[in-house]
Structure formats: structure tokens, C-alpha cells
């Protein structure tokens, strides 16, 4: 990985390899989609009565097990999907001021909160996070740990893979917590919802769905944490992909925490790995929130909010030509 620096940016670049090693680092992290919509079909239509028992209770022993099963194995699993997907994905981290996120004391009430955007198809891009990598610096960095969708703990086998590479699902007690024992907190607020808003007749337009995520903003005030907005140029476009539109559908995925959809990436292959595009993460600087403790105003709450939009935007906005997304405009709902 190389470094430069432009007057205040610090930008980390990752050399492009989608070759067989970095594919299957990949497959092994998000190849399971498929695999085991492929291994359901199987199950119902083609399997044996003896199939049927064992590929039954291998899936059942995954929910039985513990997500960070088996132990040390599993992390070394983890850090090498996480390196493939580096490499896989040419992963370019640009910080506007990393010296503003290295200098972040590791003190209660200091530890930052990274807010990232765009979710699209598979919020894949939240793996720059992974301890291994050694990209977010400082303190904050040794804590790393991204909250994703309670319903990745559900399913066999992903949750065990998600553990491996360092996510755990997100709920506001969790979230609390962390940030209560200064441990770093990265999500994606937009969530599943902003699933639900893309549409291909439309690709100059991206939708981030934010004006009603308040609830990450209390937590901050609770205890003065900095918001950090973090964006990500060329997830959008990894994969291709169809579901049905409505309120009903909508109302499903904000249910169950995922949107059921057909999907298609590298190779056409339904279900497959994403496409290799090279993803550029960039880092703002953070925005410093006071300390409301249990009783946060809700006028503080709306202050705070419209500044991280107006900052999350503005991230957007001066960088969208030099990633190619000059004719293309964010839309914040």
C-alpha cells in the first residue's frame, strides 16, 4: 500500500489484483449470498434423504455454535478475506485530516462514531475497517469493529464469516455500550431502507435515506462522541440487481433487516461475488458533539443532525469530480 499527501489529505492506495488468490478471498466472505441460496435449492429439489440430514445439521450446528467459532482459526480466516478483499477491490482510503482522527484521546466520551454512506446493494465497503489493515489510526483504530444487520446473526454459516471479519449486529444497546467502554463504532445509517429507494433509470441520482436517522446523533450527545462522516465512491455499480417495488416490500425488509432481491456481479453470476471496482473511502473530519449525558435536548439532537448532513453532503461534493461522478447529484431523504 502507498501513501501521499496533498496539503492536508493522507491518501492510502491499494494496487488492483482481482486475480484467482483475491477472488477466492472474496467468495470465502461474500460468495456465501449464493451459496447458500444455491445449497436451499439443492436441499428441496435434488438432495437425498441422507443429504438432507447432513447438509440439515451442519446449517443447525452453525446456529448453535458461537459466531466467533472456532476461536483463533476464524481470525486468521478473517484477516486473510480482509487482505484479499484489499487487493481485490484496489482499496483507496483518502483522510481530509487524519492527524484530527489520530490525535482523538482514548478517553470515555471521546470515542469517535464513523457514519457511512452509501449502504447500495451490500455495504461491503465497511471491511477498510478491519483491524489487520491498519488504516483507521490512532487508538481508535485498535478498537475497530463496524455494526451491521441483526439479521447477518440468523443465518448459518455468514454469521460465523461476519464474526471472522470483525462485525457485529447492530442494536442500540450494543451501540450504547461500545461507545460506554471506548470502543470505536463504525454503521451505516442509511441502513437497508436506502436498499429499497435505488433504481437503475435513475443512476445519476444517489439516495442516501438520513433525515430520520436521529437515534446515532442522542447516543453522541449522551457523551460528547465525534461524528465522523465517511463516504465511499464506485460501490454503486458493483452489482446488477432486480426486487420488487411498494410499501409492502419496504415494510418486509425493514422487518426482517434485509431486502429480499435478485443480484448479479462478477461474471453475471446470479447471487455472486460483487465486481471488482475500486473502491475509494473517504474520511471527513470529525464533528465535535458537547456532552448532553441522560438528558439530551431534542433541539440539540436536530442541530447536530443538520450538520452532519450539511457535512456528509458537503464530503460529496468536493471530491464527486475527481471519482468520475461530476453529472451526479446526492439526494438526501
Not at 501513501?3 to 478471498?25: M, R
Not at 464469516?161 to 450494543?174: A, C, E, L, M, Q
Not at 460483487?274 to 439530551?296: A, D
Amino acid at each position: 500500500m502507498s501513501k501521499t499527501t496533498n496539503l492536508n489529505e493522507t491518501t492510502y492506495s491499494t494496487p488492483q489484483d482481482a486475480s484467482l488468490i483475491p477472488t477466492i478471498g472474496v467468495t470465502m466472505w461474500l460468495g456465501w449470498n449464493g451459496i447458500l441460496v444455491y445449497l436451499l435449492f439443492y436441499l428441496i429439489f435434488f438432495a437425498t434423504s441422507f443429504q438432507r440430514i447432513v447438509i440439515l445439521g451442519l446449517l443447525t450446528t452453525s446456529l448453535l455454535l458461537p459466531p466467533s467459532f472456532p476461536g483463533t482459526l476464524g481470525t486468521i480466516i478473517g484477516n486473510f478475506i480482509l487482505f484479499q478483499a484489499q487487493k481485490y477491490f484496489g482499496l483507496k482510503i483518502t483522510y481530509e485530516d487524519e492527524e484530527s482522527i489520530r490525535s482523538i484521546p482514548k478517553t470515555i466520551g471521546k470515542t469517535p462514531i464513523f457514519a457511512c454512506e452509501p449502504h447500495d446493494v451490500l455495504p461491503y465497503n465497511v471491511f477498510c475497517f478491519g483491524r489487520c489493515l491498519e488504516l483507521i489510526p490512532g487508538d481508535v483504530g485498535k478498537e475497530a469493529n463496524v455494526l451491521v444487520t441483526d439479521a447477518i446473526s440468523k443465518i448459518p454459516i455468514m454469521r460465523q464469516v461476519y464474526s471472522w471479519v470483525g462485525t457485529i449486529p447492530v442494536d442500540k444497546r450494543t451501540f450504547r455500550n461500545r461507545l460506554k467502554n471506548n470502543q470505536m463504532v463504525a454503521f451505516i445509517p442509511g441502513g437497508v431502507q436506502e436498499v429499497t429507494m435505488l433504481n437503475p433509470e435513475r443512476p445519476q441520482e444517489l439516495v442516501l435515506y438520513l433525515n430520520k436517522r436521529k437515534g446515532f446523533i442522542k447516543l453522541a450527545l449522551e457523551g460528547g462522541h465525534p461524528i465522523i462522516p465517511v463516504f465511499c465512491f464506485n460501490l454503486d455499480g458493483s452489482y446488477g440487481y432486480y426486487f420488487p417495488r411498494g410499501v409492502f416490500f419496504q415494510q418486509i425488509a425493514r422487518n426482517i433487516g434485509f431486502l429480499p432481491m435478485i443480484l448479479w456481479g462478477r461474471f453475471g453470476i446470479p447471487m455472486g461475488i460483487p465486481r471488482p471496482q475500486k473502491l475509494h473511502t473517504i474520511f471527513g473530519k470529525p464533528i465535535e458533539i458537547p456532552c448532553e449525558g441522560g438528558n439530551v435536548k431534542d433541539e440539540s439532537v436536530d442541530k447536530y443532525h443538520a450538520i452532519f448532513l450539511k457535512e456528509m453532503e458537503a464530503l460529496f461534493e468536493r471530491h464527486k469530480h475527481a471519482e468520475g461522478y461530476g453529472n451526479r447529484s446526492l439526494k438526501i431523504l
